[in-house]
């Protein structure tokens, strides 16, 4: 990102470099997003659709409304992006059976098939990250870890539970 003339200059050296990596940070999020975005397309879905199928477990169903604010998604706008999902015949509503009145949302085959069928592409493409050695992505994973990022959360827990299924 090119910062304008007109803008004032950080104050202190810190800050310049606090800023430099700022944008660096910015520059390969928006890679990492086209990264994702790339291989939800490769899928026929959109961002937003994956975000949804990859919350949801199968097997179970979640309320719209709990859906929605993990989000961060407006509710008209959640539903709209639900609505496509149904016609692709990747999730289908239900009554929620503690509440009636609550709409919960449950991954169909076909959207188990569409989830399972973007992670594998997105976990086997390193990606904007490909250029980095396994010792540069561990000190990048320390600094993350260091900013209260933690980078393989996700990953350890979801192969404690495959090795458990096993």
Known sequence: MQIPD?????????????????????????????????????????????KVLLLMEPGGAV??????ARLDYDASNFST??????????????????????????LTREGERLREGFWRGLIEDPGPLAPLEPGDLRALAGLLAALGVSPDAGVTAKRQRHSADA
């Not at 800023?19 to 937003?48: C, K, N």
């Not at 992006?81 to 449950?106: S, T």
């Open 81 to 106: 992006l639900v609505d496509r999902l149904e016609r692709r015949g990747a999730v289908e509503r239900r009554a929620d059976p503690a509440d009636r009145r609550v709409r919960a949302l449950a």
């Open 63 to 68: 309320p719209m409304r709990s859906l929605a």
């Open 6 to 50: 007109d803008l004032p200059a950080p104050s202190t050296e810190h800050l310049r470099l606090v800023l430099a990596v700022d944008l660096g940070l910015l520059a390969i999020a928006e890679r990492i997003r086209q990264h994702w975005t790339s291989h939800a397309a490769s899928v026929g879905l959109s961002t937003a659709q994956v």
